[in-house]
Structures are given as C-alpha cells and as structure tokens.
T-cell receptor, first 109, second 116 residues
Framework: EDQVTQSPEALRLQEGESSSLNCSYT??????LFWYRQDPGKGPEFLFT???AGEEKEKERLKATLTKKESFLHITAPKPEDSATYLC??????????FGAGTRLTVKP | DTGVSQDPRHKITKRGQNVTFRCDPI?????LYWYRQTLGQGPEFLTY????????KSRLLSDRFSAERPKGSFSTLEIQRTEQGDSAMYLC??????????????FGSGTRLTVV
C-alpha cells in the first residue's frame, strides 16, 4: 500500500536556526515526489517536484532532496515568514497523489 | 488567469441538506482534482477528471458525493444528505498532465464546509 509519513509533526525554530523536515514513503513505483507549503485557511502552494533518487531542487532558503526511501526539505536560516505547514506527497505509478499529514513549522523571531 | 477559483469560501449547512461547490481551474490545465482535508491532516484524494472524463474515484467516496465537469471546464462537487462527518475543507486542484509528466498541482483556496 502506498504510504507517506512525515516527521516531526511540529517543529519550532528560532530565526536563523537551520533544520530539516523528513518525508518517508513506500510506493509501488514512484512517478514523482512533491513538496507543498500550506498557510492556515489556504490551499497548498506548490514548491518542488523530484523525480529520481539523487535529485535536488532549491528555492530561496529551501532545498529538497530525494533518496529511494525518503525526501528531506532543508530550511537554511529560516525567517518567521517561513512558518507554515509543509506537506509531502507522492504520485505512485498506479494511483493518484497521496499526501502526508504535514509538518507544522513555527519560526520565532 | 488568476489561478484556481473555488466558490463559496465557506458554507454552513444543516445536517441532511444538499450542498454544491464549484471549482474553476486554470484554463490551460487538462486535469482537475477534488480533495478533502480535515484539521491536522493532509489532503485526501476524492476524484479527478481528465478533460470531461471522470477517471478515478476514491473508495472512500460514498454515493452521497457526486462530481461533474461538463465540457471539461469548471467542475461541481455535490454532497447529498450531509452528515456532520462531512465537515472539512474541500480543495480543488488542476494540473497539466502529459503521457510522461504530471506537473505540480495548483490548488484553490478551498471551500470550508461546516455541517451543524
């Protein structure tokens, strides 16, 4: 069964304190792994797509990496405006996108 | 094109009533998806369309739920005889899909349904 598990559930950082969010997955063939950011009361906002192990993508303070079993979202020197829930999703070969429960990130000034 | 639009943003209804939500996708996108999200959880897949054809429905989607996408443009999601357990955020997303790639979904802001 296709599954996505994100950890930790919640993360509190001081401004400038770098850290990583984890997304572990099991799928019957991966067509893509996606990262989204979601602010309260809004729909998820697309960040990255990763297609194969070893691939990396960067956007401002965020960097996503992918292995055969997990993906990491690295946040370098975060700012309070990075506070949000970060969702990981996988698109298996024979199914539509499946989301994890998310990591709720809070960055304190 | 300003993205994916959903209407209404909020809906409060009494148990047993029918409700209908509308989604207008990005015009160049050929796929349209409906998801449901409850507090503290990630979005849960309900159904999707490629153009006007409904290609997949979740096993979790009861027969009280129906979705349409006439002419492959906007879509509606109807819930009949609403129950308190239907209270959730209903998200619509669209994407451009080819045989090889399915690009990242663009989500709307959602419709928050409260059944009282």
């Amino acid at each position: 069964e296709d599954q996505v598990t994100q950890s930790p559930e919640a993360l509190r950082l001081q401004e400038g304190e770098s850290s990583s969010l984890n997304c572990s997955y099991t799928v019957s063939g991966l067509r893509g792994l996606f990262w989204y950011r979601q602010d309260p009361g809004k729909g998820p906002e697309f960040l990255f797509t990763l297609y194969s192990a070893g691939e990396e993508k960067e956007k401002e303070r965020l960097k996503a990496t992918l292995t055969k079993k997990e993906s990491f979202l690295h946040i370098t020197a975060p700012k309070p405006e990075d506070s949000a829930t970060y969702l990981c999703a996988v698109r298996p070969i024979n199914n539509d996108m499946r989301f994890g429960a998310g990591t709720r990130l809070t960055v304190k000034p | 094109d300003t993205g994916v639009s959903q209407d209404p943003r909020h809906k409060i209804t009494k148990r047993g009533q029918n409700v209908t939500f509308r989604c207008d996708p990005i015009s160049e996108h050929n796929r349209l998806y409906w998801y449901r999200q409850t507090l503290g959880q990630g979005p849960e897949f309900l159904t999707y369309f490629q153009n006007e054809a409904q290609l997949e429905k979740s096993r979790l989607l009861s027969d009280r739920f129906s979705a349409e996408r006439p002419k492959g443009s906007f879509s509606t999601l109807e819930i009949q005889r609403t129950e308190q357990g239907d209270s959730a955020m209903y998200l619509c997303a669209s994407s451009l899909a080819t045989d090889r790639y399915n690009y990242g979904y663009t989500f709307g802001s959602g419709t928050r349904l409260t059944v009282v």
